[in-house]
T-cell receptor, first 115, second 112 residues
Framework: GAVVSQHPSWVICKSGTSVKIECRSL??????MFWYRQFPKQSLMLMATSNEGSKATYEQGVEKDKFLINHASLTLSTLTVTSAHPEDSSFYIC???????????FGPGTRLTVL | GEDVEQSLFLSVREGDSSVINCTYT??????LYWYKQEPGAGLQLLTY?????DMKQDQRLTVLLNKKDKHLSLRIADTQTGDSAIYFC????????????FGSGTRLLVRP
């Protein structure tokens, strides 16, 4: 149980294009989903928290117009990197939490490379 | 603000015990977690402990919490080569956001 998937697992895009990453909870309903960014050999940096049906809460320094988050259902959240640039290249990981539970379960991550 | 620190690297011989340490600053942390990350993969939840507990054991894993010193450790008994990975500790903030604050990660290398 408690499986979280991400799609795609990796993506290469040209500078200026937009990329959408999906995060799905496969066997539970995720009241809250989190989006993280991880640079090589570094820890995870929380970008935003999204609760189903409401607007995402962004961490300080994260541009909400650049990283669009949608959490339209209890099993799906999407992160869209708009007008991507090479500095947006990173490993993006989502996690999901079920209401009433203490655990956060993580997806396998999406490696984004912007050329 | 909250801060979580870990040593960067640990090397042990296969079959020995590994102890990964973590310190945190937020005394109001409610839950503390240990995650494992293998290369190119997401994070796997290993175990977690509630802040009013001192110890939790789960098969080869033992978590010790010293709340007074704000020190958390993860002991892996009979370490295997498959345990080689990066281990992150994380604290959950006391507010209602359920956000996790992660340490920098400890790279564990298990030598045959």
């Amino acid at each position: 149980g408690a499986v979280v998937s991400q799609h795609p697992s990796w993506v290469i895009c040209k500078s200026g294009t937009s990329v959408k990453i999906e995060c799905r909870s496969l066997d539970f309903q995720a009241t809250t989903m989190f989006w993280y960014r991880q640079f090589p050999k570094q820890s995870l940096m929380l970008m935003a928290t999204s609760n189903e049906g409401s607007k995402a809460t962004y961490e300080q320094g994260v541009e909400k117009d650049k990283f669009l988050i949608n959490h339209a259902s209890l099993t799906l959240s999407t992160l869209t990197v708009t007008s991507a640039h090479p500095e947006d290249s990173s490993f993006y990981i989502c996690s999901a939490r079920e209401s009433g539970r203490n655990e956060q379960f993580f997806g396998p991550g999406t490696r984004l490379t912007v050329l | 603000g909250e801060d979580v620190e870990q040593s960067l690297f640990l090397s042990v011989r296969e079959g020995d015990s590994s102890v990964i340490n973590c310190t945190y600053t937020d005394s109001s942390s409610t839950y503390l977690y240990w995650y494992k990350q293998e290369p190119g993969a997401g994070l796997q939840l290993l175990t977690y402990i509630f802040s009013n507990m001192d110890m939790k054991q789960d098969q080869r894993l033992t978590v010790l919490l010293n709340k007074k010193d704000k020190h958390l450790s993860l002991r892996i008994a009979d370490t295997q080569t498959g345990d080689s990975a990066i281990y992150f500790c994380a604290e959950r903030t006391m507010d209602s956001s359920y956000k996790l604050i992660f340490g920098s990660g400890t790279r564990l290398l298990v030598r045959p």
